[in-house]
């Protein structure tokens, strides 16, 4: 048999397998330009409401802010509601969004008042860094909003502080979301990366939560408290050494519960929530059999 005979009979080299490119994870909720719009206008409010004491004038007084907290507090719930609102008419928030929208707040609110009185001990805050980055910064920002409203009605801690609290967890969730690599990165890399951002969020929630608080301590109490007659530097030296002198300990410890839970038992749930994203196929067009 002559060469040309052998190359002829031999047989056709199998095709070689093409890497498949990695899926794009499935999002609950994907913010569009109206929902990003709306998000954009209420962080804005919200930061102007928390920072107002740094950056108001040395002749403002804290009173009339004390007369317009109502007002503050009835419009960011308002811009909260749109916030909420735009982002389900744009993206078409299904019943299966819903329902998981509603266990995870129910389960938030239920885990924060294990901590009631216990410096740190806040279980809520470790769920809510896995699902934000599990399921995006929309469905972050929507559970974290609606979770505090639901233990704040849970706990009866209903004030002018909640919208404050609420705009502050959903930044908190929806910064897990935005966190890099989340169709890549997995395992031991993807749990240090969120114990890393839930200890320097923790800190950071304490820190803006201060700020809704600290203007209105009597300035004649203590040289930590906020004096609307001193300079931006004065101001913020003293809102440093009041963060240093009252919740230091209570962000630690909220700080260290967070990497712990995220360490030990945030594989097992991070893999429970994206097998629940999987099969409710929040994207999937919905279909149905004629017969």
């Known amino acids: 048999m002559s060469a040309a005979d052998a190359s002829v009979r031999r047989p056709p080299s199998r095709p070689q397998p093409?890497?498949?490119?990695?899926?794009?994870?499935?999002?609950?909720?994907?913010?569009g330009p109206r929902s990003v719009a709306a998000l954009a206008l209420v962080s804005a409010t919200g930061a102007a409401g928390f920072a107002w004491p740094l950056f108001a004038g040395t002749g403002s007084q804290v009173s009339?802010?004390?007369q317009d907290a109502p007002w503050l507090?009835?419009?960011?719930?308002?811009l909260l509601v749109a916030v909420v609102a735009a982002t389900i008419s744009e993206s078409g928030l299904g019943p299966k969004a819903v329902a998981m929208l509603g266990v995870l707040a129910a389960t938030g609110a239920a885990l924060r008042p294990i901590g009631a009185?216990?410096?740190?001990?806040?279980?809520?805050?470790?769920?809510?860094?896995?699902?934000?980055?599990?399921l995006g910064p929309g469905f972050g920002y929507v559970l974290g909003s609606v979770t505090m409203f639901?233990?704040?009605?849970?706990?009866?801690?209903?004030?002018?502080w909640m919208?404050?609290?609420?705009l502050a967890m959903g930044w908190f969730t929806m910064g897990a979301g935005l966190l890099p690599g989340p169709d890549r990165l997995r395992g031991r890399g993807e749990l240090l990366m969120l114990a890393g951002y839930g200890f320097l969020a923790a800190f950071a929630y304490g820190t803006v939560m201060n700020l809704a608080g600290w203007p209105f301590m009597d300035a004649l109490a203590s040289n930590i408290a906020f004096d609307p007659h001193a300079a931006v530097?004065?101001?913020?030296?003293?809102?440093?050494?009041?963060?240093?002198?009252?919740?230091?300990?209570?962000?630690l410890g909220r700080a260290v519960v967070t990497v712990v839970l995220t360490l030990t038992i945030g594989t097992t749930l991070l893999k429970a929530l994206r097998r629940a994203t999987r099969r409710a196929a929040f994207e999937s067009p919905v279909t149905f059999d004629p017969s």
């Not at 530097?233 to 962000?251: E, H, I, K, Q």
């Open 150 to 160: 639901a233990s704040a009605l849970l706990t009866g801690g209903v004030g002018p």
């Open 233 to 251: 530097p004065a101001n913020l030296a003293r809102f440093v050494a009041y963060c240093l002198a009252t919740s230091l300990g209570w962000d």
């Open 163 to 166: 919208p404050f609290q609420m």
């Open 64 to 66: 009339a802010h004390a």
């Open 18 to 31: 093409q890497p498949q490119p990695p899926q794009r994870q499935a999002r609950a909720v994907r913010l």
């Open 117 to 134: 009185g216990t410096a740190g001990i806040e279980p809520m805050f470790f769920l809510m860094v896995l699902s934000g980055r599990v």
């Open 73 to 78: 507090f009835a419009g960011l719930l308002v």
